[in-house]
């Protein structure tokens, strides 16, 4: 048996050095810790001994390397059953099962299917109607030896901070501080400044500081239509610049100014892999709920790898500065791997 975990611990061990190694990282001693609890973590389930905790809720600043740890341990883990699911979509489908009148502990039921891992990217929370199913959800996930991880920029603590809902979140806390190890990743690298040519798709597409038509052009992009055009998702209707093709394209002012939501974003994503957002102003010159929205859409376009143009008259440092909201650090992170066209 203590072969057997020693052998699983240098197959994790080696296929994370294998991935540093292409590119191009070297593992810091929090990354190497964080390793080697994910391995013991695991053990239970591959050797059917009992469980200590249930889970890991691995959180800290942009790039610090917790979705790359995460997600190699979910591709390694040798369980057939296994779900890895960003934050956002797992809710979309509760809630659409919730509403076609499922009971509550059936939609969780229906959404963890059979798996033994679930892995969770991107762990923050804003509504207060996701936050009441936390609770449920985690009761079922720990009662069934689910093995969850997740990864967040923010401590369990700072999860639904705003205070007209906070105290409602408190039980939900304190049930992942019981049931899950808690672990930080306070390197100081941000390795997403090192290895741009990970992002996929998303940073195929650029942020276009004040450039010319000419410009434009040459990459490919939609010239703004004579009149709004209105598209239709779910039960509302928002307004695009020109005819929804090769591009899906917004306005700043009727995608984040509007009253829109991360469904619509994720709904729109499945059909449109191509977005161009224009005349995004300095973020600190909108509300916090313009200033949210505008992160939601970055973090689903992101995690979805849709190619994402953005048109701007200031830096990125400039339309992100004086931004009091936590979250704007990953979306700052994020937007840091587009090309930068100026004119």
Same mark, same amino acid.
């Given at each position: 048996?203590?072969?057997?975990?020693?052998?699983?611990? %240098?197959?994790?061990?080696?296929?994370?050095?294998?991935?540093?190694?292409?590119?191009?990282?070297?593992?810091?001693?929090?990354?190497?810790?964080?390793?080697?609890?994910?391995?013991?973590?695991?053990?239970?389930?591959?050797?059917?001994?009992?469980?200590?905790?249930?889970?890991?809720?691995?959180?800290?600043?942009?790039?610090?390397?917790?979705?790359?740890?995460?997600?190699?341990?979910?591709?390694?883990?040798?369980?057939?059953?296994?779900?890895?699911?960003?934050?956002?979509?797992?809710?979309?489908?509760?809630?659409?099962?919730?509403?076609?009148? %499922?009971?509550?502990?059936?939609?969780?039921?229906?959404?963890?299917?059979?798996?033994?891992?679930?892995?969770?990217?991107?762990?923050?929370?804003?509504?207060?109607?996701?936050?009441?199913?936390?609770?449920?959800?985690?009761?079922?996930?720990?009662?069934?030896?689910?093995?969850?991880?997740?990864?967040?920029?923010?401590?369990?603590?700072?999860?639904?901070?705003?205070?007209?809902?906070?105290?409602?979140?408190?039980?939900?806390?304190?049930?992942?501080?019981?049931?899950?190890?808690?672990?930080?990743?306070?390197?100081?690298?941000?390795?997403?400044?090192?290895?741009?040519?990970?992002?996929?798709?998303?940073?195929?597409?650029?942020?276009?500081?004040?450039?010319?038509?000419?410009?434009?052009?040459?990459?490919?992009?939609?010239?703004?239509?004579?009149?709004?055009?209105?598209?239709?998702?779910?039960?509302?209707?928002?307004?695009?610049?020109?005819?929804? &093709?090769?591009?899906?394209?917004?306005?700043?002012?009727?995608?984040?100014?509007?009253?829109?939501?991360?469904?619509?974003?994720?709904?729109?994503?499945?059909?449109?892999?191509?977005?161009?957002?224009?005349?995004?102003?300095?973020?600190?010159?909108? %509300?916090?709920?313009?200033?949210?929205?505008?992160?939601?859409?970055?973090?689903?376009?992101?995690?979805?790898?849709?190619?994402?143009?953005?048109?701007?008259?200031?830096?990125?440092?400039?339309?992100?500065?004086?931004?009091?909201?936590?979250?704007?650090?990953?979306?700052?992170?994020?937007?840091?791997?587009?090309?930068?066209?100026? &004119?």
């Amino acid at each position: 048996m203590i072969e057997a975990r020693q052998q699983r611990r %240098s197959a994790f061990h080696q296929a994370m050095q294998q991935q540093a190694t292409e590119k191009n990282l070297v593992l810091d001693e929090q990354q190497r810790q964080l390793i080697a609890r994910l391995d013991a973590l695991i053990a239970p389930l591959l050797t059917c001994a009992p469980q200590v905790h249930h889970g890991i809720y691995i959180w800290g600043e942009p790039g610090r390397g917790k979705s790359f740890i995460a997600d190699a341990f979910f591709h390694w883990a040798p369980l057939a059953q296994k779900k890895r699911v960003h934050f956002h979509l797992f809710f979309r489908e509760l809630h659409q099962i919730i509403a076609r009148g %499922s009971s509550v502990k059936a939609a969780i039921d229906a959404c963890i299917g059979g798996c033994q891992l679930l892995c969770f990217d991107e762990f923050h929370l804003h509504d207060i109607g996701d936050a009441m199913l936390i609770k449920p959800l985690l009761e079922q996930l720990f009662q069934r030896g689910v093995l969850l991880v997740v990864t967040s920029n923010h401590p369990p603590e700072n999860l639904l901070a705003n205070p007209l809902y906070h105290q409602r979140f408190v039980s939900s806390i304190a049930l992942i501080r019981a049931q899950m190890e808690v672990i930080a990743l306070t390197g100081e690298q941000d390795y997403r400044t090192l290895t741009h040519d990970a992002q996929g798709a998303f940073s195929l597409g650029g942020l276009l500081i004040s450039v010319s038509q000419t410009q434009r052009q040459r990459l490919g992009l939609p010239e703004v239509g004579q009149r709004p055009l209105p598209l239709q998702v779910g039960y509302r209707t928002l307004e695009t610049l020109s005819p929804a &093709g090769a591009f899906l394209h917004f306005s700043f002012s009727a995608l984040c100014e509007a009253p829109t939501a991360v469904m619509d974003y994720l709904s729109l994503c499945e059909r449109y892999p191509q977005w161009l957002i224009e005349d995004v102003p300095p973020l600190s010159r909108v %509300s916090p709920a313009v200033q949210q929205r505008f992160i939601n859409v970055v973090d689903v376009l992101y995690d979805r790898q849709c190619r994402l143009f953005l048109t701007t008259d200031c830096s990125l440092s400039m339309l992100t500065q004086d931004v009091e909201l936590d979250d704007i650090q990953r979306t700052q992170s994020r937007l840091n791997v587009l090309p930068v066209y100026s &004119g």
